[in-house]
């Protein structure tokens, strides 16, 4: 059974940071799409950030506008793992924050191109 399991999330100052992290278990995700969604009250899930195989030896990130310059994604394949690094943090960065799953190919920044979800975990961004 696949699982993802978010975990860093928290209260934090205007200005402040977070890492969230992301622990897969069931299968690995080597060379696969993974990414990070949001989703804040009465509002739809977003996509916030991800990470693909680009074919050469490495993964490209790619963002959001709003977090560019602000947000890091990265993995470590070793630990089946994948983290957000959110630096400088707004009130309108809070949301759940859900970790995602996909294939290697699929379109990474709709919610339609992604098989596993986590359970999400709240970050909220306030004075």
């Known amino acids: 059974q696949v699982q993802l399991v978010e975990s860093g999330g928290g209260l934090v100052l205007p200005g402040g940071s977070l890492r969230l992290s992301c622990a897969a278990s069931?299968?690995?995700?080597?060379?696969?799409?993974m990414g990070w969604f949001r989703q804040a009250p009465g509002k739809e899930r977003e996509f916030v950030a991800t990470?693909?195989?680009?074919?050469?030896?490495?993964?490209?990130?790619e963002y959001v506008d709003s977090v560019k310059g602000r947000f890091t994604i990265y993995r470590d394949d070793g630990k089946n793992a994948v983290y957000l690094q959110m630096n400088n943090l707004k009130p309108e960065d809070t949301a759940i924050y859900y970790c995602?799953?996909?294939?290697?190919?699929?379109?990474?920044?709709?919610?339609?191109?992604?098989?596993?979800w986590g359970q999400g975990t709240q970050v909220t961004v306030s004075s």
């Open positions: 995602a799953a996909g294939r290697a190919g699929s379109s990474p920044f709709t919610v339609e191109g992604y098989d596993y």
């Open positions: 069931g299968r690995t995700f080597t060379r696969d799409t």
């Open positions: 990470t693909t195989w680009n074919y050469g030896r490495t993964y490209s990130g």
